[in-house]
């Protein structure tokens, strides 16, 4: 009589792609902080923990501490999609493994039309980094 496992399917590759980002990430789909695809990181003092000791994050920290990267080439170059790699990047900002380059071109970009009474107000991204350099003092 045949061993049950030899009649069981194997997953298909495809399917394997699709279950690895929501592994890698623990279910998650969203991490603290709001990062696009064109947001610039580059590598911070802090070091990864022993939770953060999966290969994605062992890969995304070698590519920053090599020169800034930007979330899409990250994403491109480890082969997670956009949002599972938004997760993992948010991760190591929060142990201070990376961090969002100041000096970014489009960390200020106006939120209003030119034409608006009240002006020129910050991007969402802009207030996001000067919150992680607040916490980055604070801490």
């Known amino acids: 009589m045949a061993s049950p496992s030899r009649h069981m399917p194997h997953p298909a590759p495809a399917a394997a792609a699709f279950v690895r980002p929501y592994v890698v990430t623990g279910g998650r789909t969203r991490g603290r902080h709001l990062l696009s695809p064109d947001t610039v990181l580059e590598?911070?003092?802090?070091?990864?923990?022993?939770?953060?000791a999966a290969?994605?994050?062992?890969?995304?920290?070698?590519?920053?501490?090599?020169?800034?990267?930007?979330?899409?080439?990250?994403?491109?170059?480890?082969?997670?999609?956009?949002?599972?790699?938004r997760v993992l990047i948010s991760d190591l900002v929060d142990a201070r493994v990376l961090e969002l380059s100041v000096t970014d071109t489009d960390a200020y970009t106006p939120a209003t039309a030119p034409d608006d009474p009240l002006g020129d107000r910050p991007s969402r991204q802009l207030l996001e980094k000067l919150r992680v350099g607040l916490d980055r003092m604070a801490g």
């Open 43 to 52: 590598a911070g003092r802090g070091r990864p923990g022993v939770s953060l």
């Open 55 to 85: 290969e994605e994050y062992q890969q995304i920290t070698s590519l920053c501490r090599q020169r800034r990267r930007s979330v899409a080439e990250l994403a491109g170059t480890i082969r997670l999609p956009l949002a599972a790699t």
